[in-house]
């Protein structure tokens, strides 16, 4: 604590040395002029100072100049710039509203659309923002887009198979992503079993995955962050965006309480297979009883000049009820409160509610029964400051706690009437963190990222401090001791540096290199023992068996635009070291087990990889491709003769290409296609019969031995847009899509196993002696999407 | 628990997705002698432990058999030998006499087996099981419940004995013949199927209603839904005690033998307690397990059905 102070106290006398001469500042919201959202990340720009200042996540800016009069550029992707003269001869606010659209622009001078050029000028790298109307134009499975399978067609970012839930960033694990929505962690992003993801896109603002580099101001997770902003609802008039499709439909409303004051959105979601099937397989539970829903919702009120104040929350649940009833749901609730304390210094507090819970119910004639519940929960404070101290830095610090309990089953059993509560215990964990960065422009050519995390983890009782043997990796370790903690003491405590760095280096206006280092420590875990991560996988705290996982991550890139912009272009390299990955022994018991830490192994893990992207920006024709190369391997002791493996979801070329083509202004097609390397699978080499049952063997104990073959799809969508004349607000949209054009039968997995089909009839006559028969063993490949899927979805506006 | 899920999975993507039959082209590992040895202590009973080899995997011939071994077992807690003799190819055999057995109870037993120049040894115990007659065992006839048909279920009445750390192995008998598909193979710990660790509060109470269910399954070649049984039929249950290594064992070997599809968990080895007295000899597979047993069976008769709603 005494170094961060001290460290902080010198920067800050030396930044005030810089700021003597005379300076006024300019500060306030670059806003949509449409609907009043304000814009993550738009710009700034001076010209003729060649300085400039982007808006934080808020939309809210500030910039200090010498006094004079100039003409200021206010830019956004996507947006026409707007050019307007500033006379900064005293501290002014001031709120910018800039347009997407042409026909309505007044007053202002259009020099153009604005084209990004930060992949280039921001010291930035592994980083992608996703618009989410680039999101919304690319072919999407059953036409229903999603926010989560955009992703994976980033470089970088991959998935273990179709419908494999989560993603999987450089080499890391789906757990070791913080997903947030507005600032609260989602523990499972996943809806339908991994098909589509919590983020209903209507309400969806700004969406920006951190691959590495990652800022100092997110951690608790060591592969990336997924930083998804809900829009804040317009503050113009009321407005409402929908769509029907095959699977479900979705509609939302917002409008201004008062206008340029305050708003609110409110979006829904929901499936009605159950619905529509009803009429043709009666009162069939097995499709009757599926559904899912969800409801995402924001207010915020613009208090005065300098207070905001923000209210969101998600909420949703799938449920599957054929009788044996399985529900899983997600809620996250955030409240903020933004604060403009001086021209330069900016706060948000924020604190957040988040939950994940996973029921499970059979009931039969109210006297047989089994329940079973867990959840993760979390409660949070935040407060973090943006000191927008000169043109040339600005330093974010801030402070975060967050407190777990982790529910990892309880139970309930009704068996011939009688009824018993039972499960684990209850566990609690304390995150907290404290950390300082600063964005630093030292030159024309060199820009500077850097920043300190201080995180420590806090796991406290009531609770068992449970000591193990550790004879033989690999082999279930046994507890040899455990002893009682009371309430709140603290049974382990962990503290970890992370510092994080970023430095640019401009060659020239179009071209820069860029290196990016951050170490992370993530302090919980997800057990997982499948290939593809289940909902009912259960997230556990580290304790004094399990050691929280660390990694550091160096990225080295290249970064050149070509014509103006109008194409980026990327080459990024990356190696990471991963401490403490969490794998299991062989059979591993991770269900309803009270000693589940022997079941748990860990070990180290390497990633390493090299991404090309080209990205064409504007015009008729828009879209990127990516070629990725990468490894990912872990090395445990107890698994695959203590020697490197890869990862299930190791892919070593991957190659994505989506692309738009505007053919007029009502017609546009969008395609996908998708190549990669087939992912690797552990093959049994070996057999034998114990009791007339077929039993694979290994003598070599290999992990992940063999891969499956490639993987390659495309999709094609059309969108056929309604007559768009601004007499009509009701504006309407039909879009076609085609997943899998070519119906490959990929493969998700290949798996051995007795063939049961090959049995019509029992012939175990005499114990013993058809243990000798043959019995079938047969490779089988999965495909999950094995045919064509076609989809229709009709959105609306008003 | 991932059983059922899996269900669900799989009738989300019955629609699209599709399993094929593939070559795979894996080179087999070196072969190694596999035991078979599970006895039980009921008297009168032939005794058979086979003795065999392991083979490529996906070759799907039949196991070639180890003759010329010597075959014994101890009870440790009397110091009785039983020398297992070849009655037929690869089979070592002990006839025991009408009331004799291989011991009781509580008892501990040592397998010992000299094949190929090496000297293979496991333990067992032959624990305790809960009582279990005629009687126990009833015949309903239910609507149609969770998925399944209307029609004739058989449940049964048995109480996990109090203390926690009973395990049992549940199969069933349908006119006589064994049912003996991995989907078949009920493992139980204490009342239910979860494995290790249970807790105490749950002891002691019958067999929760989803394992009782699994005798509900005539056939059980197509996913292994509760079939119902029609007028005589007979069927015939046996629960038989487990150490809770050959539990871990058999709950391994049914995960594995059905471990397909998205929720499948990377294939590791099913465990052995089969060891080599000499530790850097050959290494061999399999389970010795030693169990008590009881029975209980029904013949399904018009007259002797429960009528439930």
Known sequence: MQQIRNWFIIAASFLSYISLAQKYTIKGYIKDARNGEDLIGATFYVPSLKTGATTNEYGFFSLTLPKGTYQVEISYIGYQTLTQTIELYKDITQNFEINEDIASLQEVEIIGESLPEENVKSVEMSANKVGISTIKKMPALLGEVDVIRSITLLPGVTTAGEGAGGFNVRGGGIDQNLVLLDEAPVYNSSRLLGFFSVFNPDAVKDVKLY?????????????????????EGNMKRFEMNGGIGLLFSRLSLEAPFVKDRSSFLIAGRRSYADVLAKPFVGDNPVVTGLFFYDLTAKANYVIGMRDRIYVSGYFGEDVFNPGIKFVTGNATGTFRWNHVFSNRLFMNMTTFFSQYNYRFEVERGGTEGFKWRADITNYSGKAEFGWFLNAQNTVTFGAQAIHYTFNSGETQVLSAGEIRPGGLPKKYALENALYVANEQTVNQKISLQYGIRYSWYDYYGDGTIQTYNDTTPGLRRTLINQTQVPKNQSIKQYMNWEPRLGIKYQLNEQTSLKLGYNRTAQYIHLLSNTVAASPLDIYTSSNNNVKPQIADQLAVGYFRNLKNNLYEFSIETYYKYMQNQLDFINGANLFLNSQIDGEVLQGIGRAYGLELYLKKNAGKFTGWTSITLARTERKINGINRNEWYPTRFDKVFTQNLTMSYEISKQVSISGNFVFFTGVPGTYFTNRYIIQGVLIGHDPNESRNNARITPYHRLDLSVALDGKNNDKHRWKSQWVFSLYNVYGRRNPFSITTATDTRTVSEYTFIERNQIALAAQQATATRLSIFAFIIPGITYNFKF | MKRYFYVLLLFLIWITACEDKVDLNIKPGESQIVIDA??????????????????????????????????????????????????YSGAYVYQL?????????????????????????????????????????????????????????????????????????????????????????????????????????????????????????????????????KVGDTIT???????????????????????????????????????????NGKKAVGFFTVSAVVRAGVRIKEENLIIIR
């Open chain 2, 38 to 87: 599970w006895v039980t202590i009921e008297p009168g009973t032939k005794q058979v432990i086979t003795l065999s080899r392991t083979t490529p995997y996906l070759e799907n011939n039949p196991l070639p058999l180890v003759r010329g071994a010597f075959v014994q077992i101890t009870n440790q807690t009397s110091g009785r030998t039983f020398n297992f003799s070849e009655s």
């Open chain 2, 97 to 229: 006499n009408p009331n004799d057995s291989l011991g009781s109870i509580g008892d501990r037993f040592m397998l010992s087996v000299q094949v190929e120049g090496e000297t293979y040894q496991a333990f067992s115990q032959a624990n305790r099981v809960p009582s279990f007659n005629d009687d126990s065992i009833f015949v309903e006839s239910r609507p149609q419940e969770f998925g399944n048909p209307p029609g004739l279920f058989v449940d049964f009445n048995v109480r996990d004995l109090p203390g926690i750390g009973d395990f049992y192995f549940m199969r069933t008998y349908y006119n006589g013949k064994l049912r003996a598909l991995p989907q078949d193979l009920i493992v139980i710990s204490d009342i239910t199927i979860f494995g290790r660790n249970f807790d105490p509060r749950q002891d002691g109470l019958p067999f929760i209603f989803p394992i009782r269910s699994t005798v509900n399954r005539p056939l059980c070649t197509d996913g292994c839904n509760d079939r119902p049984y």
């Open chain 1, 211 to 231: 691959k590495g580099a990652i800022p100092a101001q997110y951690g608790g997770r060591v592969a990336s962050v997924l930083d998804v902003r809900l829009k």
């Open chain 2, 237 to 279: 249950l046996e629960i038989l005690s487990i150490t809770s290594e050959a539990f871990d064992f058999w709950t391994q070997v049914q995960t594995q033998a059905t471990n397909v599809g998205l929720l499948a968990s990377p294939p590791s080895n099913v465990p052995t307690n089969i060891q080599n007295v000499n530790p």
